[in-house]
């Protein structure tokens, strides 16, 4: 089962127990200060931004997220208390978003109803930070060239059209890409017009296409990691 598969279900198999939802309108900007008792977003409807600031207030973004996603804001094992795992992280309302709320509260009740979900919970926390961390570390690691490349790697494994072997179905602005990599838009788009030279990518009607996938992960080192949370 893809990470893609296993979100799918679990949010399938959350929403049975009626989690609140929550209206959010665009342009509003959630700190974790916002959440006082929130541990996970589900999003309904609409899109938000989810970024944190580092150190020197050096803003990284982790995604952009629509409907069927989740979010954590928060370490879930400890939900008796309230010390907060990611620390000054940020979401930006792109447009209004509606999402399910999972709280203290809920997890407790589910803790006594749903023992197995709680667990399926737990373990989905424990992926989505290890994804975050080999994000992260190929960002930290690579060189600006092949972390372009990462990034595109895992958005084809994310929004990958399977009709189309190597087409990203989704638009990837490049302040977007600049933001991932605490970089500037011109050095972004003098990447990939290095990397367009080279063989490596396409575009077309706005999108991505990724030529000579397997040269890219062997270039990248893909077979050494985990492809199974290479997503979003």
């Known amino acids: ?10 949010i399938k198999d959350i929403l049975k127990f009626n989690p609140q939802r929550k209206e959010y309108r665009k342009g509003e900007i959630l700190t974790d200060i916002s959440f006082s008792n929130e541990k996970i977003l589900i999003i309904d409807k609409g899109l938000i931004r989810y970024y944190q600031n580092f150190c020197e207030e050096k803003e990284f973004l982790l995604g952009c997220y629509s409907k069927e ?5 928060n370490r879930i094992s400890d ?5 907060k795992y990611l620390e000054n992280f940020y979401i930006e309302v792109c447009e209004d978003t509606i999402c399910y709320i999972i709280d203290k509260k809920f997890l407790k009740n589910l803790y006594n ?3 197995d979900l709680h667990e399926k919970i737990l373990e989905y926390t424990s992926i989505f930070y290890q994804k975050l961390f080999f994000q992260i ?16 790697i895992r ?3 994310t929004y990958g059209n399977n009709n189309e072997n190597s087409f990203i179905n989704h638009k990837i602005l490049n302040k977007n890409i600049a933001k991932s990599l605490n970089s500037t838009e011109e050095t972004v788009s003098r990447i990939i017009t290095k990397l367009k030279k080279e063989g490596f990518l396409s ?8 030529e000579n996938l397997e040269e890219i992960e062997e270039r990248l080192g893909c077979k050494y ?3 199974s949370i290479c997503y979003f």
């Open 225 to 227: 990691c985990r492809k």
């Open 203 to 210: 575009i077309k009607n706005k999108h991505f296409f990724l």
């Open 69 to 73: 996603n989740i979010i954590i804001l």
């Open 1 to 10: 089962m893809t990470f893609l598969e296993y979100r799918k279900n679990l």
């Open 79 to 83: 939900f008796l208390d309230g010390d």
């Open 155 to 157: 958005a084809y494994r």
């Open 137 to 152: 570390r190929d960002i930290k690691l690579f060189s600006m060239e092949n972390a372009v490349l990462s990034l595109l």
């Open 113 to 115: 109803q749903d023992i």
